[in-house]
């Protein structure tokens, strides 16, 4: 698997606003936000997308969404709520060939998804 911004961005090459970080999991705004809450939760794995993943990242994909559910409520937005969405794919419109779940809330959203 080749090099991307997001490796980069793990490798502290290139700067991110991060908001949290373990030994397999790293989280930071995303740089063009789409809400006042933009957050993009990976992990430190190279996984290029859900297509590729293995069963034995079974837990690791799990922990993804507890460190979104972590944030959430770290920046109270868990009982207004708030959207995570995870592109696969040229059709599925993904630009980084690296797993990343989107965490985008603090405001009500509008369902903007259609085929191109
Ligand atoms: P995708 O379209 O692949 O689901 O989402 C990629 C996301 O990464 C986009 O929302 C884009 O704004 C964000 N992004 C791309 N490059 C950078 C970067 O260098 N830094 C940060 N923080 N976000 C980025």
Redesign the pocket.
Known sequence: MGDN??L??IRKE?P??IVYEDDDILA???????APV?I?IIPKKPIASVASLEAADGPLVGKMFLVAQGIARDLNISEKGYKL???VGRD??????HL?L?LIGGARLTENIHPV
């Open positions: 911004i997001f980069k961005i290139i991110a606003d930071f705004r995303d740089i063009h936000p789409l933009h993009l969405l995870i592109r599925g419109g993904q630009e980084v060939p990343h989107h």
